[in-house]
């Protein structure tokens, strides 16, 4: 199947830093990612949605000044936590489409722990 | 917004029974996934169904999706502990761009 990486898989910063996440495509192309987050024991919840070349579309609630997404290229998105604070502590998932096939699936990665001291 | 219905929401049972996870909807979804997600770790896809009244198994799991394409069941047959984890349907729509998640099962099987 499909591969998807993250990194860090773990990261701790402190309160008012700048933590950025990567996901990466390795064995397909993706023209859109998506960033989730998830609390304990819960489902995900959709972030943004990442296209390659334009602008990421934001779920609402989500404040995309906080949460700066890049898809600049067809197996790289990122987010950046700008001016983390405790409350943004999370699970952080991404991933990323595979149009190939009769199907539209989508392929995780690992997720990134996020601990904001 | 199309809602996708997970139940039930927790499940904890012994070795060696048998199991069904339902997802429903009142929206139709051109394709349906499964997923399962252990802790710290991201959802693995266990299948993807496509056609209305399918029915696919992966050795002691049986997935079927709805004649209508609006609902799925996942079987276990003969829970082991290692299923254990939290179980995702996850609806799609062709050129759509998000897909819709359940609220997921949490199974515990017990040795």
């Known amino acids: 199947g499909a591969v998807v990486s993250q990194h860090p898989s773990r990261v701790i910063c402190k309160s008012g830093t700048s933590v950025k996440i990567e996901c990466r495509s390795l064995d397909f192309q993706a023209t859109t990612m998506f960033w989730y987050r998830q609390f304990p024991k819960k489902s995900l919840m959709l972030m943004a949605t990442s296209n390659e070349g334009s602008k990421a579309t934001y779920e609402q609630g989500v404040e995309k000044d906080k949460f700066l997404i890049n898809h600049a290229s067809l197996t790289l998105s990122t987010l950046t936590v700008t001016s983390a604070h405790p409350e943004d502590s999370s699970f952080y998932i991404c991933?990323?489409?595979?149009?190939?096939?009769?199907?539209?699936?989508?392929?995780f990665g690992p997720g990134t722990r996020l601990t904001v001291l | 917004t199309q809602l996708l219905e997970q139940s039930p929401q927790f499940l904890s049972i012994q070795e060696g029974e048998n199991l069904t996870v339902y997802c429903n909807s009142s929206?139709?979804?051109?394709?349906l996934q499964w997923y399962r997600q252990e802790p710290g770790e991201g959802p693995v896809l266990l299948v993807t169904?496509?056609?209305?009244?399918e029915v696919k198994k992966l050795k002691r799991l049986t997935f079927q999706f709805g004649d209508a394409r609006k609902d799925s069941s996942l079987h276990i047959t003969a829970a082991q502990p290692g299923d254990t984890g939290l179980y995702l349907c996850?609806?799609?729509?062709?050129?759509?761009?998000?897909?819709?998640f359940g609220d997921g099962t949490t199974l515990t099987v017990k040795p």
């Open positions: 991933s990323a489409r595979d149009w190939a096939g009769a199907s539209d699936t989508q392929y």
């Open positions: 169904v496509v056609t209305g009244g």
């Open positions: 996850a609806g799609g729509r062709t050129n759509a761009g998000k897909s819709t």
């Open positions: 929206s139709v979804f051109s394709s």
